[in-house]
């Protein structure tokens, strides 16, 4: 992911977990999960979903113990 894709990305995270939501299923894609997990190690990511439509799958996403990027 180039600088714009992972700021636009940090953006659609912290909109996604506001108001104190922890657990949301999300359609990433391979490059946004490996983010993901580095932005956030200690963030719970399951795939939810097998299939593989246009390139991104469904993932089962807990950020409990990991904090939202505050500079976005």
Do not use: G, H
């Not at 990433?28 to 963030?43: G, I, K, R």
């Amino acid at each position: 992911m180039n600088q714009q894709e992972k700021r636009l990305f940090d953006l659609f995270i912290k909109e996604s977990f506001n108001n104190d939501v922890l657990v949301r299923e999300l359609r990433l894609s391979d490059a946004e999960v490996v983010y993901l997990q580095q932005s956030f190690p200690n963030a719970e990511i399951s795939c939810i979903a097998t299939t593989k439509p246009q390139e991104k799958r469904w993932y089962k996403v807990k950020l409990q113990a990991a904090k939202v990027p505050q500079y976005v």
